[in-house]
């Protein structure tokens, strides 16, 4: 019942920076967790940084950890992901998630965008 829809992926240079947005549509008010994930190819998916959408102090990945900054936009059901300091390592594809849950582990989330594509060249 919860339709999800990544932007703003692309190709940039490492220590350049990226946007990514999530749009969400449907029956969002039984969301709590909404986070960003992502997946390299030949690796697991991993948590990339959540935050709860009635607010709170959002979690990051170590990895990530002052470098990207998870916030949201109630008024167009949006959810962004700054990403400062990018690295090759960072290369990926990210999805953004939510459920009823808060967590970091990704089988906790039944509803998933499509994807957007990372790439940071060295």
């Known amino acids: 019942q919860v339709q999800l829809v990544e932007s703003g992926g692309g190709l940039v240079q490492a220590g350049g920076s990226l946007r990514l947005s999530c749009a969400a549509s449907?029956?969002?008010?039984?969301?709590?967790?909404m986070g960003w994930f992502r997946q390299a190819p030949g690796k697991e998916r991993e948590f990339v940084a959540i935050?709860?959408?009635?607010?709170?102090?959002?979690r990051y990945a170590d990895s990530v950890k002052g470098r990207f900054t998870i916030s949201r936009d109630n008024v167009k059901n949006t959810v962004y992901l700054q990403m400062n300091s990018l690295k090759p390592e960072d290369t990926a594809v990210y999805y953004c998630?939510?459920?009823?849950?808060?967590?970091?582990?990704?089988?906790?989330?039944?509803?998933w965008g499509p994807g957007t594509q990372v790439t940071v060249s060295s």
């Open positions: 998630a939510t459920g009823p849950a808060y967590g970091i582990d990704y089988r906790q989330y039944a509803y």
């Open positions: 935050l709860n959408w009635s607010g709170g102090s959002p």
């Open positions: 449907g029956r969002t008010l039984s969301s709590r967790g």
